[in-house]
């Protein structure tokens, strides 16, 4: 699922949990609050730029908890993908994985990723 896709099935999916609104004004402020932009010092405050290289599997962060960690990874085609421990990509298997790092194993050498 492309990481935008994901974001948005996220924010659907956070707000259908929601509860209704009891009031026009509660609705109201509702979709004011909706539909408002991020300031701009936000976003480049929460944003962060780093190169990459595009021909290489990329390791955009790790998530879930220490018995059950995940970890999604930018392969080389653009793909977005959500793998845990014991997944193949290729020819390459995920062995662990770390709040902040992912270790890949081919053949008899294994290597870790960090995010960029």
Same mark, same amino acid.
């Given at each position: 699922m492309p990481l935008a896709a994901?974001?948005?099935?996220?924010?659907?999916?956070a707000r259908h949990?929601?509860?209704?609104?009891?009031t026009n004004r509660e609705a109201s402020t509702m979709s004011q609050s909706e539909t408002a932009a991020t300031p701009?010092?936000?976003a480049q405050s929460a944003t962060t730029h780093a190169e990459i290289n595009l021909?290489?599997?990329?390791?955009?962060g790790?998530?879930?908890?220490?018995?059950?960690p995940e970890a999604l990874l930018r392969l080389p085609d653009g793909e977005i993908t959500k793998v845990t421990p /014991?997944?193949?990509? /290729?020819r390459n298997?995920?062995?662990a994985i770390d709040s902040d790092r992912v270790a890949l194993q081919r053949g008899n050498t294994a290597h870790w990723?960090?995010?960029p």
């Amino acid at each position: 699922m492309p990481l935008a896709a994901l974001a948005v099935f996220r924010f659907a999916a956070a707000r259908h949990r929601c509860a209704t609104p009891r009031t026009n004004r509660e609705a109201s402020t509702m979709s004011q609050s909706e539909t408002a932009a991020t300031p701009t010092n936000v976003a480049q405050s929460a944003t962060t730029h780093a190169e990459i290289n595009l021909r290489k599997i990329t390791l955009l962060g790790t998530f879930g908890s220490q018995t059950a960690p995940e970890a999604l990874l930018r392969l080389p085609d653009g793909e977005i993908t959500k793998v845990t421990p /014991g997944d193949r990509l /290729g020819r390459n298997t995920v062995i662990a994985i770390d709040s902040d790092r992912v270790a890949l194993q081919r053949g008899n050498t294994a290597h870790w990723l960090t995010i960029p």
